[in-house]
Antibody
């Protein structure tokens, strides 16, 4: 059974940084392309970005609102996905979900950007 | 970017009746090499993460009741829920994964 467990969310001031983690199990993590999707309170779903598997080049793609501020990485030895978020804005407040290339989803972790 | 537009925004259907949710993309999400439609449907219940109902527009995920069906091609897609049950109350989203950035529809809230 696929399991994705996000952690690292919390309250951060505008301009601050936060790193989210996603611990994966139940599948061969290194083979999978992984994505982050977010959902602002009471709003719809927004794709944040993805990282390909190492075999596919390990490259990343990002949505325009986060490009240059967010960075996705992976540690296949630890079956863990990361989302480094810098220069955070109030509009980044959302639940952040880790997904296996948008198929299976974790429970999410809440990030609140507020002073 | 491909814009995904769902209709209606909300829908009230009686128990046992049929619900139809539409999703339109601003450009084709069909792969010409294999004619597959890069379109997924999700269900999200309050306080829960989304769950995948269909990938490739009509490939039902394991455990999804056959009351749910997906159809469409090119730019127009439909999610149909027959014999509506109370547990179907949720927000439904379509997603195109044909091109980066992946984009979701705005969601359709289904009520009884």
């Amino acid at each position: 059974e696929v399991q994705l467990v996000e952690s690292g969310g919390g309250l951060v001031e505008p301009g601050g940084s936060l790193r989210l983690s996603c611990a994966a199990s139940g599948f061969t993590f290194s083979d999978e392309w992984m994505d982050w999707v977010r959902q602002a309170p009471g709003k719809g779903l927004e794709w944040v970005g993805r990282i390909k598997s190492r075999a596919a080049g390990g490259t990343t793609d990002y949505a325009a609102p986060v490009k240059g501020r967010f960075s996705i990485s992976r540690d296949d030895s630890k079956d863990t996905l990361y989302l480094q978020m810098d220069s955070l804005k109030t509009e980044d407040t959302a639940i952040y979900y880790c997904t296996t290339d948008i198929w299976d989803w974790g429970q999410g972790t809440l990030v609140t950007v507020s002073s | 970017d491909i814009v995904m537009t769902q209709s209606p925004d909300s829908l009230a259907v009686s128990l046992g009746e049929r619900a139809t949710i539409n999703c339109k993309s601003s450009q084709s999400v069909s792969d010409s090499s294999d004619t597959r439609n890069h379109l997924a449907w999700y269900q999200q219940k309050p306080g829960r993460p989304p769950t995948l109902l269909f990938r490739w527009e009509s490939t039902r995920e394991s455990g999804v009741p056959d009351r749910f069906s997906g159809s469409g091609s090119g730019t127009d897609f439909t999610l149909t829920i027959s014999n509506l049950q109370t547990e179907d109350v949720a927000v439904y989203y379509c997603l195109q994964y044909y091109s980066i950035p992946y984009t979701f529809g705005q969601g359709t809230k289904l009520e009884i």
